[in-house]
């Protein structure tokens, strides 16, 4: 009842009722019930829900597909173009993760949206798809960061779906086709074949709206594309096409072309500009050279994810003036603009419905602007508030612009700042209220903390995830730091900050640290107690890590060190360790011994993988105090000989792995007190695998309770 009602209405006595006799006829199947609470909702006389009530789809003998009649009596009061529109969705498989964008796209490429006062084809199918949301037709809804929706279809209501599917295949009548991986044809919604694509092919299809033949084998798309008038979406996103035909622009219907992943495109028809009803041109990871010519004369233009700006007329920022874009948008080799009121007549800052927008100059060739000019031009480059995604790559100016600071990004929720390499001072990003993803990349050599001014309110209150890359000269992250600052920051990787120290953070779980860092950086990651995670690599100068590194981390759970190259030792405070559960050593070829007083309070420790350590000769002898250990991988540690006869005491062992260890001779008689062994695999180690050979074998004996034991 409340499904019929909603949350806040009150409930009308008299429908009661009528609304439980309804209920005993779904049988007990939630699915059917909230069904027809979507279906009831939208109705308020009793009368109304006395012909639900008694329609004589509840009598009627359910057919082989065992479609319940609820479902089907749901279906049948939909409007018409709402159950064309939910018809539809059964040529996705079962399953599928929808995403709803796209559906409605495909919708308006069948024709199954109408006209509705001055709302856009793209709204009336938003409204479309929540009526069928409010109806319980679709299900599982989940949200990105930039608003994306993805949903999902309940198996018995795509089994409705299906049911309603015309069955004609006759090859003039198929309204959208889709070649496979094996270039193999299929009318969308059928099971059959058919037929092998050939460009010849298309002819057959003289309605076809919608041609998929993303990520098939297809190389070449013939000119006899022009002749299909009524096409409305072609998808050839990561195809091996090289090039498109002239007669492409025909299609005056065309409002869907889809080139994204298309790696040996090179570029666009000149007359691209012709397609008059486009709506979506997608190009992401689309290695063109050039953009078409006067792209601004598609005036339907709601989606062109990347624009690359050249020097001539037609080719500018101003093709982008009067286009209402929505989504996504890359402006790349904004090298090439030669004045800063080229990019105002963008018109960025009125673009309501962008929701991500990438901003890139392109030093490949040692191109550098005059003066200041990278300065004004992303300054005129101001987008709407309504922007929740910013990446900027390669500006060459001195300072990022003002609107950085104001409220044009308080609905910003990512930012990327990569290879700004002349910004000695970076805007107070810390004042966004949204942002939750920041990332810097490639910043100058003179900047010393991520903000440097002083301010009275707690900084990136929002911020989960932040990622910092080559800044020599970092100390820190605000030179004035605050009890309050990233109060609620879980992730964070550091890549080639050596001078960087760590402050006290409340929530952080996941660190990431990349490159040299002396003993001090080190230590301070004792300052973040709450991390559960903890990766290390690349530390190619520190031959020991810091005790005092490891005390306050009660919480590790995991912890890798990876590529040290001249470390030697672990220091005994990894003992303190109780929580850790997994320990990851590798590629520390200066490695000389695991210490049994590093591992006496592992008494957690679930998994320990030891590679790619040269001269590391045995495992120490404290294996006997990991009695919770139940994986052990020992590979390519060139030099060891032994494992410790401590490892009986590790009863809790399941999986043993001896991968690349040529010196090691034989197995431990300890071993056979592992009673929890399940498997053991011996790989490219000739002398243990001779000595464990089957029945034979010397060690044969200690491995022989083992249930699955591979040796190669």
């Avoid at 749901?74 to 995403?99: G, I, W």
């Avoid at 004609?168 to 009548?173: I, K, L, V």
């Avoid at 044009?408 to 990003?429: A, G, H, M, Q, T």
């Avoid at 590093?598 to 957690?604: C, I």
Wanted: hydrophobic fraction near 40%; include cysteine.
């Amino acid at each position: 009842m409340q499904r019929a009602f909603g949350h806040q209405e009150e409930i009308n006595p008299k429908l009661v009722p009528i609304g439980k006799e309804i209920v005993k006829k779904c049988g007990g199947v939630p699915l059917a019930a909230k069904t027809l609470g979507g279906l009831l909702r939208f109705k308020r006389e009793e009368s109304e829900w006395e012909r639900v009530r008694d329609n004589e789809i509840w009598s009627l003998p359910q057919d082989e597909s065992s479609i319940l009649p609820a479902l089907r009596l749901s279906y049948h009061h939909l409007p018409l173009n709402l159950r064309q529109c939910f018809a539809y969705c059964a040529v996705f498989p079962k399953d599928t993760k929808m995403e709803k964008d796209n559906l409605i796209t495909l919708w308006m490429a069948h024709g199954f949206l109408l006209s509705k006062g001055n709302l856009e084809l793209e709204d009336v199918g938003n409204e479309v798809w929540k009526e069928l949301y409010l109806r319980s037709f679709f299900q599982e809804i989940e949200e990105d960061e930039f608003g994306k929706t993805y949903f999902k279809m309940h198996d018995l209501i795509h089994d409705l779906a299906t049911s309603l599917i015309s069955t004609d295949t006759s090859s003039t009548n198929i309204r959208q086709v889709r070649v496979g991986e094996e270039n193999i044809i299929f009318p969308i919604g059928f099971s059959k074949i058919v037929s092998s694509y050939s460009p010849s092919l298309l002819k057959m299809f003289v309605s076809l709206r919608v041609l998929d033949m993303s990520y098939s084998r297809v190389n070449q798309l013939s000119s006899s594309i022009g002749n299909l008038i009524h096409l409305r979406l072609l998808n050839l996103s990561g195809t091996r096409i090289r090039s498109l035909p002239k007669r492409l622009c025909k299609l005056q219907n065309l409002q869907t072309l889809n080139l994204r992943s298309c790696r040996s495109l090179s570029c666009l028809p000149k007359q691209t500009s012709k397609l008059s009803s486009l709506r979506n041109l997608l190009l992401y990871c689309c290695p063109l050279t050039s953009m078409s010519p006067r792209i601004g004369l598609l005036t339907c233009l709601k989606t062109l994810d990347c624009f690359i700006i050249g020097k001539r007329k037609g080719y500018q920022l101003r093709e982008l003036r009067n286009l209402n874009l929505s989504g996504s948008l890359s402006i790349t080799h904004l090298e090439k603009v030669k004045k800063d009121l080229d990019a105002k007549e963008a018109n960025l800052c009125i673009k309501a419905n962008l929701h991500s927008l990438c901003m890139s100059w392109d030093r490949s060739d040692g191109y550098e602007s005059e003066n200041d000019l990278d300065d004004k031009v992303l300054k005129a480059l101001k987008p709407h508030p309504n922007l929740k995604s910013l990446k900027v790559t390669g500006f060459r100016g001195l300072r990022l612009p003002d609107w950085m600071n104001g409220s044009v990004l308080n609905n910003v929720v990512s930012i990327e700042i990569d290879s700004c390499k002349k910004c000695v001072r970076l805007p107070s990003f810390g004042e966004l209220p949204c942002l939750e993803s920041f990332s810097l990349f490639g910043g100058s050599m003179d900047v010393e903390y991520v903000e440097d001014n002083v301010h009275d309110s707690g900084r990136f209150p929002s911020l989960r995830r932040l990622v910092i890359k080559g800044f020599p000269n970092l100390k820190g992250f605000l030179k004035n730091e605050r009890k309050d600052q990233f109060p609620i920051l879980e992730e964070m990787e550091i890549h080639d900050c050596p001078l960087l120290v760590f402050p006290t953070l409340a929530c952080v779980k996941k660190l990431e640290v990349w490159g040299n860092t002396d003993a001090t950086t080190l230590s301070s990651i004792s300052n973040l107690s709450t991390l559960t995670s903890l990766y290390i690599s690349h530390n190619i100068e520190q031959t020991s890590l810091p005790e005092e590194m490891f005390i306050c981390l009660a919480n590790l759970e995991s912890l890798s060190i990876s590529s040290f190259k001249k470390l030697k030792e672990l220091p005994t405070s990894l003992a303190s360790l109780n929580a850790l559960k997994c320990l990851d050593i590798r590629r520390c070829h200066s490695l000389e011994s695991l210490p049994e007083q590093a591992l006496e309070g592992l008494t957690s420790l679930a998994e320990l993988f030891v590679q790619d350590c040269e001269i590391l000769k045995s495992l120490s002898e404290g294996l006997q105090h990991l009695t919770a250990l139940t994986r052990l991988v020992v590979a390519l540690c060139q030099e060891m000989v032994a494992l410790p006869f401590g490892i009986q005491n590790s009863h809790s062992l399941q999986s043993l792995v001896i991968w690349n260890c040529p010196h090691l001779q034989s197995l431990p008689t300890g071993i056979m007190e592992l009673k929890n062994l399940q498997a053991l695999r011996i790989v490219y180690c000739p002398q243990l695998a001779k000595r464990c050979e089957k029945v034979i074998g010397e060690d044969w004996s200690k491995i022989a309770h083992i249930p699955n034991v591979y040796i190669s």
